[in-house]
């Protein structure tokens, strides 16, 4: 059976959820369509930051508008989120490193943007009174915090639902074509048309976007992240390192996140990941050395979400440089929890004005196929 | 002293010293595999043989026949050339058969050309209102300190529930001198029935006739009420009485202790962390993991053997070790396979454990009632998560176990969802009206057990960390 709709959403993770839910509110009917189910992978499984900090410049804009969305997220979702804003600080180790922060500081601000602010050893460790006495100090994002992820997407989830989205979860996303002016997507027994289609797919997206014709470099990673035991509390900002691969969460109940980049071996078609122990080992010794009173947690739980990450860092975000009617949302490389507000927000208003007042242009997929920049597009 | 693993590399690691582990691992290493069994206690038995070389009984009659012939077991063990560690925590096991274990709080990693799961059963969740309560524990824990210290009830005792684990207990805490008030025997009266068919194979097992003496043996001292469709435990802050109804009449008694124990289920932890498949088995009413007959699982290199496989007891256990040891001799080694008895022989003795089985499973089948809870009874002891808060999740949009996890964090605790995961499958599964398997479970993750953040600090550098320190 076939059904019309106004957008076609392949990716039930907090980017399509969220583009689902702001297409809605702009009157739409879209279908969201998600292999697994919700939150299944990285949107569910991540850290949880809410980060403006340390964030590649070409992608500030989308996570100043972003911030905005999640400081008001419970009015948008009749849901809290768990979001709570103690601010995220980086650490620099060494004078070295603290030089680095001034520098990066001094950049923005040249661009005009305030969010990052540097702070002296004394601003350091009030706001991290945990931290080893030998760090000369750091930046601060006070605005930012951290969310739990999957509650988060199943919140939007769940009001993109509330809001009109047809949902279709449990199985993928297949045979999808162009053909007299609209995109056609199988999923099961039925079928879906609509003018858009959006590719929110995740690490899934390049395979879509490929058969598409737009081939980008893009990998498969799977982040490892483990959380302890519940432990006194101690520490409310997230605290992320500027020199050795650590980021640190403690959450209300006394869990702390242990995460940091370092990577599992993600088993894409299995939907499995394998994990590094001697790489979480080397998180665990760090942890160890910055923070004397987390010695005796224990480790609780670990795990990795797969995830796309690009050759260059930052996602593709737009329109198609071949297909009318095709937009890419994909490519968060391992930062794209926070930007998923904000890039539903952006994402609807290209599907329904044609643009948006937020700097995007650097996040385009035609960066990757110089020749189709300056054309006019095709089919 | 800490004792870790003599070899980072071995062609057999077995994960458990129970019946099946015992047997494997001797199996393996008689043929001449390197050989390492790892196995969480201070001793060799697993459950069923806890202690057997340690235990204080020394009168072999408490303690039943049965139990004694895990002495055996550990001679051949013993005799083999298998390296034996206990105290050893297997806390990760992935599909490349990477083994990460903790012992005397250091952690070591071994690789294995096989891997024989040999983590026997757990007792199945009784989430009764007042389980949590002080005073309340299951029978099994009971079991544990009478075998392994000699310890037995000596306050007002209730033991409630079914299967032939609960009548075994009630035996030997009688025979050792402990006390026991009544016993509330919840098998339906339905079961009896229902198990009929089958009761020719179980007549002719060797169940029968040590099930029917035990029963005998515990019914000419212990008031035992029969029929039992509701019950619950009650108490300020510590148990003081039980509740319960037979034939339509409600009685509480005040209590000390209350035994709860309604059969055993596949540990599966630890398999599933490691991706192995299971299924939702619709008579024993839990997960087991997908098998073919020499024991191999989903995940290459990785064989199950013993009640980790599906319930059958300790011989069906012991004879399973064998079976799946052998496989792995016959890919490893062909050629001392020979030595070993032949594959048919043992499916021949297998079948025969095995009798009787499905009688008992049929018979034993806990109700409805005693599985999926209602209300404000407590279904996540770590979360402290009800029944109706379940439902509530459900009601606004929570599809299965791992969605749950988002709205309520059932399953997250330090139990990691074994005393927990049964009740959210079936409970979540009635409330969907879908099936036990089509709702799934808790998506298992490493460490299976926890370990400190200090002991995982301190474990040897990677090679990418080596390097890294060389080059400078």
Known sequence: MSHNVDAIVVGGGIHGCSTALHLCLAGLKPVLIEKGYAGRH????????????????????????????WERISDLLDDDCSFESFGQVLVAENEGELAVCRARVAELNALGFTHEELIDAAELRRLVPAVAETCPGGVVSRRDGAANPAQTTTAFRRKAEQLGTTVREGVAASNIRYSDGLWHVDVGTESFAAPVLVNAAGAWAGRIAAALGEPVPVETVAPMLMITSRVPHFIDPVVILRGRKLSFKQFKNGTVLIGGGHLATPDQD????????????????????????MRDATIMRAWAGIEARMKDDIPVFGPSARHKGLYHQFGFSLHGFQLGPGAGAVMAELIVNGG???????????RFHPSTRSKKRTS | MTMAPKREDYDVVVIGAGPAGLAAAATSAEAGLSTLLLDENIGPGGQVFRAISSTPVTERSQLGADYWVGADLVQSLRASNAEVIHRATVWSLDRNLDIAVSIGGA????????????????????????????????????????????????????????????????AQILRLGGRIDRILDTTERGNYFAALPHAFAFLTSPYFAKGLSMMREVKAKVQVVSGVTELAASGDGQLASVSYVAGGKRETIPVDLLLLHQGVVPNVNLAMSAGVEHRWDDLQLCWSPVLDASGNSSVAGIAIAG???????????VVRGRIAARAAVEALALATAAKLPAMATLRVDLARAERGRVFLDTLFRPAPQFRIPSGDTIVCRCEEVTAKDVLDSVAIGATGPNQLKAYRRTGMGPCQGRLCGLTVTELMAQARGKTPQAIGYYRLRAPVKPITLAELAAVPKGEADVKAVVRG
Do not use: C, Y
Not at chain 1, 42 to 62: D, Y
Not at chain 2, 108 to 121: E, N, P, Q
Not at chain 2, 126 to 137: A, D, Q, R, S
């Open chain 1, 270 to 293: 299995r939907n499995e990941t394998v994990l590094d122990w001697k790489s979480l080992a080397t998180s665990a010794r760090t942890v160890f050395e910055l923070f004397p009173v």
């Open chain 1, 356 to 366: 948006t007042q937020t700097r995007i242009g650097d996040l385009g997929i035609d």
């Open chain 2, 107 to 170: 952690s070591a990693f071994v690789k294995a050309k096989r891997v024989i799961l040999a983590t026997g059963a757990l007792e199945r969740p009784f989430p009764i209102p007042g389980w949590t309560l002080p005073g309340v524990m299951t029978a099994g824990a009971a079991q544990t300190m009478l075998k392994s210290s000699a310890l037995v009830p000596d306050g007002r005792t209730v033991i409630a529930g079914q299967g032939p684990l609960l009548w075994l207990l009630a």
């Open chain 2, 307 to 317: 009640d980790g496989a599906g319930i059958g007891g300790a011989n069906a256990a």
């Open chain 1, 42 to 69: 990285a949107s569910g499984v991540n850290a949880g930051g809410v980060r403006q900090l340390a964030r590649h410049i070409p992608e500030i804009p989308l996570s100043i508008r972003s911030m905005a969305i």
